[in-house]
């Protein structure tokens, strides 16, 4: 199939591209890598009267460390990063998830803030941007604002941007020498969407972990994090004993949503397979 007409314009600044959005409200569309975007379209799933191309904004470009965090602009490709030395060092558990993310061309043009925004809950960055404890950064005509990232999905494809703001990035805290993460996805083919996925972060210390998020995607309407689990685990040292228990309160306390092809009950046992994964390969670190 093929699109409806639209108008196109190249944005050249944050500024137009906020009164382009007030002056056409949900009759536009922004468009970062067009790689959601573009299918929606052509499939007639969205039928907006301008595409606003954001590609040009530098402003949403970059990776850096600003202060006390890793400044990832919304802009920022998967492949690059994939690729870059700031996060490997500062947030490792997106570089070890990019990989997961669809194949390469579209890796090349896809980006961190179209992900977020889109918030497809089967998707890694939600449940990363969670794992991380990142911050939005968002800007409309009323100003910036930030919003957590574990506030920012609340429903399926649904997100706390306002309808006419854009997301400009994230802040991440650094991670130290003692963040331990993993990230652990179930997939029919490698690219293909998770069955289920977990996004894993902690600090160690010996065998006690603490500041424990356990994020899983691709169980439920949004990225969810497992509150019980990781206060049992915060804290303590980490055993047979306790994996056990984590990965029952895990299972008890997520309510997994089937999909096409996996039933609930079979992405349960998946949380709790997915966790118990994870946590050895942290203690083992
Ligand atoms: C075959 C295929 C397989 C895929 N597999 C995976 C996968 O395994 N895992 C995965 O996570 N993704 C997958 N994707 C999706 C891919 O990662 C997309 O690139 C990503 O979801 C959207 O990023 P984008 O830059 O292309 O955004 P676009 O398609 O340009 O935009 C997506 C949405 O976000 C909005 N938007 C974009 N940027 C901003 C911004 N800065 N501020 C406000 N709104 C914005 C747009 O208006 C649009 O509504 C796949 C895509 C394809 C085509």
Same mark, same amino acid.
């Given at each position: 199939?093929?699109?409806?007409?639209?108008?196109?314009?190249?944005?050249?600044?944050?500024?137009?591209?906020? $009164?382009?959005?007030?002056?056409?409200?949900?009759?536009?569309?922004?468009?970062?890598?067009?790689?959601?975007?573009?299918?929606?379209?052509?499939?007639?799933?969205?039928?907006?009267?301008?595409?606003?191309?954001?590609?040009?904004?530098?402003?949403?470009? /970059?990776?850096?460390?600003? /202060?006390?965090?890793?400044?990832?602009?919304?802009? #920022?490709?998967?492949?690059?990063?994939?690729?870059?030395?700031?996060?490997?060092?500062? &947030?490792?558990?997106?570089?070890? &998830?990019?990989?997961?993310?669809?194949?390469?061309?579209?890796? !090349?043009?896809?980006?961190?803030?179209?992900?977020?925004?889109?918030?497809?809950? &089967?998707?890694?960055?939600? @449940?990363?941007?969670?794992?991380? !404890?990142?911050?939005?950064?968002?800007?409309?005509?009323?100003?910036?604002?930030?919003?957590?990232?574990?506030? +920012?999905?609340?429903?399926?494809?649904?997100?706390?941007?306002?309808?006419?703001?854009?997301?400009? /990035?994230?802040?991440?805290?650094?991670?130290?020498?003692?963040?331990?993460?993993? +990230?652990?996805?179930?997939?029919?083919?490698?690219?293909?969407?998770?069955?289920?996925?977990?996004?894993?972060?902690?600090?160690?210390?010996?065998?006690?972990?603490?500041?424990?998020? +356990? #994020?899983?995607?691709?169980?439920?309407?949004?990225? #969810?994090?497992?509150?019980?689990?990781?206060?049992? #685990?915060?804290?303590? @040292?980490?055993?047979?004993?306790?994996?056990?228990?984590?990965? @029952?309160?895990?299972? $008890?306390?997520?309510?997994?949503?089937?999909?096409?092809?996996?039933?609930?009950?079979?992405?349960?046992?998946?949380?709790?397979?997915?966790?118990?994964?994870?946590?050895?390969?942290?203690?083992?670190?």
């Amino acid at each position: 199939m093929k699109a409806a007409a639209f108008d196109y314009i190249k944005a050249q600044s944050v500024p137009e591209v906020l $009164a382009l959005m007030s002056e056409h409200g949900d009759d536009a569309r922004l468009m970062a890598g067009g790689q959601t975007l573009l299918a929606t379209l052509n499939m007639r799933l969205s039928e907006p009267q301008l595409l606003i191309d954001i590609t040009e904004l530098t402003e949403l470009k /970059g990776i850096e460390i600003i /202060g006390e965090h890793l400044w990832v602009g919304a802009l #920022v490709t998967h492949t690059e990063i994939e690729n870059a030395a700031l996060v490997k060092k500062y &947030a490792p558990i997106l570089c070890a &998830a990019a990989p997961h993310i669809a194949h390469r061309a579209i890796r !090349n043009l896809g980006t961190w803030g179209g992900s977020l925004v889109y918030g497809d809950p &089967a998707a890694e960055w939600p @449940a990363c941007s969670i794992a991380v !404890n990142a911050t939005m950064v968002v800007r409309g005509l009323q100003g910036e604002r930030r919003i957590l990232a574990s506030d +920012f999905f609340v429903d399926l494809y649904t997100t706390a941007l306002a309808p006419d703001e854009i997301l400009m /990035g994230t802040e991440i805290p650094l991670a130290n020498a003692k963040q331990v993460f993993s +990230f652990q996805e179930l997939a029919r083919r490698h690219g293909d969407y998770a069955v289920a996925g977990l996004a894993a972060v902690a600090k160690k210390t010996g065998q006690v972990f603490s500041d424990c998020h +356990f #994020v899983f995607f691709s169980v439920a309407t949004t990225p #969810v994090a497992a509150v019980q689990a990781q206060s049992l #685990v915060n804290d303590q @040292a980490v055993n047979a004993e306790l994996i056990a228990a984590a990965v @029952a309160a895990a299972r $008890a306390e997520i309510e997994t949503m089937e999909d096409i092809t996996n039933s609930a009950a079979a992405k349960s046992h998946l949380v709790g397979v997915l966790l118990e994964r994870a946590l050895k390969k942290m203690l083992a670190e």
